[in-house]
């Protein structure tokens, strides 16, 4: 296992376009096991190659904690409806701030072995999916932000009931 080094906003990596994926070497299957070691050792739901420091377009994401996404190259191909809630990003430790998603999302991506599939979500799964393929175009959610950016941790003490997302105190990081 072997984590790679989060990049936070205000690196300019994070703000650049990432290129598509022609295929998949050895470097870029290593590059996506460590995304994955990396996400989870940061108790996140999701995070794209930029955060690694990494130009291209690929994601992981795993909403459940026992199921992985790989997506490679993806697309939206189709949204519905809408969602507003509490959105992170480990690329800003501690802080949150209330965006409004679809809710519903379809997007196709290429596999490890550059198969195309489709992969549909809805809620935190579909909030997670554009969250994740904006990193891709160099864009964080805080541009998308409701109101005000908030610390996580002042967060408890707001609400007992949190909408959105359902997810209690602590909204995911992506
Ligand atoms: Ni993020």
Redesign the pocket.
């Known amino acids: 296992m072997a984590l790679r080094n989060i990049r936070i906003m205000g690196d300019p990596v994070l703000e650049k376009k990432c290129k598509e994926v022609k295929d998949v070497t050895p470097r870029i299957k290593e590059l996506v096991e460590d995304m994955l070691d990396t996400m989870y050792e940061a108790n996140g739901v999701?995070l794209?190659a930029p955060?690694v420091g990494i130009l291209k377009r690929i994601v992981v994401i795993d909403t459940t904690g026992e199921d992985p996404h790989v997506l490679i190259n993806p697309e939206i191909l189709e949204t519905a409806g809408e969602q507003t809630g509490h959105e992170g990003?480990?690329?800003l430790p501690g802080k949150t701030g209330i965006v409004t998603r679809p809710n519903y999302v379809k997007v196709k991506a290429y596999d490890l072995d550059m198969n195309e599939y489709e992969l549909e979500g809805e809620e935190l799964l579909a909030r997670a999916i554009v969250?994740?393929l904006e990193?891709l175009d160099g864009h964080?959610?805080v541009e998308k932000v409701e109101g005000e950016l908030m610390n996580v941790s002042s967060l408890s003490s707001e609400s007992d009931e949190d909408e959105g997302d359902g997810s209690g105190d602590a909204p995911e990081?992506?």
Do not use: N, P, V, W
């Open positions: 999701g794209a955060q990003c480990l690329s969250h994740e990193h964080m959610y990081e992506a």
